[in-house]
């Protein structure tokens, strides 16, 4: 989205170095629910404008080893504001509820001036494990039990 990150460089690099690289698709916009698929082939403009692939090959969220997430807003503990609709959160459920369940890692990628103050999580917002700026990265750790 036209505030957050640009995950193009990213991509382009991974894709260089051999990894398979899957991206977003909305299939909701009601629901708020996405899905990965294997970046493959040509590029549509899917929901809200956002390039997706046309090939459509799902790529199942728990078979996903590293999930790099722009964000609005993020906090020292690892909590993360998105655009207001929840998809990720919903996505990653599976994070939220089990707390041993390590996979996928879910990294953030900010620019420093999108650190907020402390934020107030709700029980649905899912954590970061780690997050990226121009000038550092922090990692999280586990969230007391
Ligand atoms: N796992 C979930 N199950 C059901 N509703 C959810 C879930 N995660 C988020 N939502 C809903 O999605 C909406 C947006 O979530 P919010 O955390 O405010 O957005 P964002 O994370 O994009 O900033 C909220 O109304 C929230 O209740
Ligand atoms: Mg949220």
Redesign the pocket.
């Known amino acids: 989205m036209p505030d957050e990150l640009d995950t193009g460089p990213l991509l382009a690099l991974a894709r260089k170095r051999g990894c398979l690289v899957a991206v977003p698709r909305i299939t909701s916009t009601r629901h708020?629910r996405m899905r990965f698929e294997d970046l493959v082939g040509p590029l549509r403009r899917g929901a809200f404008g956002i390039s997706e692939p046309a090939a459509g090959i799902v790529r199942p969220t728990r078979a996903l080893d590293v999930v790099f997430m722009p964000l609005?807003g993020f906090d020292r503990q690892g909590n993360?504001?998105?655009?207001?609709?929840?998809?990720?959160?919903?996505l990653f459920?599976h994070r939220?509820r089990m707390r041993q369940w390590r996979r996928p890692l879910l990294v953030g990628i900010a620019y420093d001036e999108q650190c907020v103050p402390a934020l107030q999580p709700?029980a649905?917002?899912?954590r970061l494990d780690a997050l990226v700026t121009q000038s550092s990265v922090l990692r999280f750790g586990r969230r007391p039990t």
């Open positions: 708020g609005v993360r504001i998105g655009m207001g609709r929840g998809f990720y959160d919903r459920a939220a709700a649905h917002d899912v």
